[in-house]
């Protein structure tokens, strides 16, 4: 198995300042000012792209991420957002199944307007929980990648208090990584965390051009996702 190397190029300090949601704020969006052409270029999702990537927990659970983009759109909050299917599978059995909804907005941040997710035990549905819809129930959508992401940077990913709250900030915009699909640098790499497991830190990298290629578990955890395949649509 190839091993990653990441290399954090810049330092995570900066203070950049940021206009994008945090927390439990409220956000007011213009229907208008989105589109289902997601072309940022540290996660284009064009119809058909699909990515595969190789979970593993660190005590010998491995598991299967499959993440396609389809052609479908599904209106929320009065936006036209994109579909991306999620599934997850260890062996020939499905363990979740989940539909993801994005939309990029006019200057290029990419907005996670919520998920559909189902958890499978014995071939039945034994969870919803961390489903949630941006508008409902007062789940409030997020940025799932900035148009100008900078060191320092934070937002929030996800809001819906005490299921889903989801927060990143830009560590640096020149991270390496060695995956099975390849070996990357110039990549954005963040820091993820949750006020609902304060103990778990992970770390993302997204290579330009292709979109998510590593997670990494540095706290409450020995978690690793690694990027095995990529086809574009």
């Not at 900078?150 to 915009?173: F, I, Q």
């Not at 609902?196 to 997204?206: A, N």
């Amino acid at each position: 198995m190839c091993l990653a190397i990441v290399i954090a190029a810049a330092g995570c300090g900066g203070g950049a300042g940021s206009s994008l949601p945090a927390g439990a704020e409220d956000v007011s969006l213009d229907p208008a000012e989105f589109t289902t052409t997601i072309d940022n270029p540290y996660w284009p999702m064009a119809p058909g792209n699909r990515w595969v990537f190789r979970e593993t927990d660190g005590e010998g659970g491995v598991q299967r991420v499959a993440v396609t983009v389809t052609d479908r759109t599904t209106t929320i909050m009065g936006i036209e957002a994109r579909v991306v299917h999620d599934v997850v599978s260890k062996g020939s059995e499905t363990v979740e199944d989940t539909y993801d909804w994005y939309a990029q907005d006019a200057d290029g941040n990419v907005w996670y307007l919520g998920e559909d997710t189902k958890e499978y035990e014995n071939g039945k549905v034994a969870s919803r929980e961390g489903s949630w819809r941006g508008g409902v129930d007062g789940a409030k959508p997020g940025i799932i990648v900035p148009a100008q992401p900078e060191p320092g940077l934070a937002y929030r990913e996800e809001y819906y208090e005490g299921h889903a709250e989801d927060n990143a900030a830009v560590l640096t915009l020149g991270a390496r990584a060695r995956v099975p699909f390849g070996v990357y640098d110039g990549m954005l790499q963040t820091r993820n965390t949750s006020p609902l497991e304060p103990d778990v830190i992970e770390e993302k990298l997204y290579a330009r051009g292709i979109g998510p290629v590593l997670t990494i578990a540095v706290s409450g955890g020995a978690g690793r996702e690694e990027l095995v395949g990529f086809r574009r649509g």
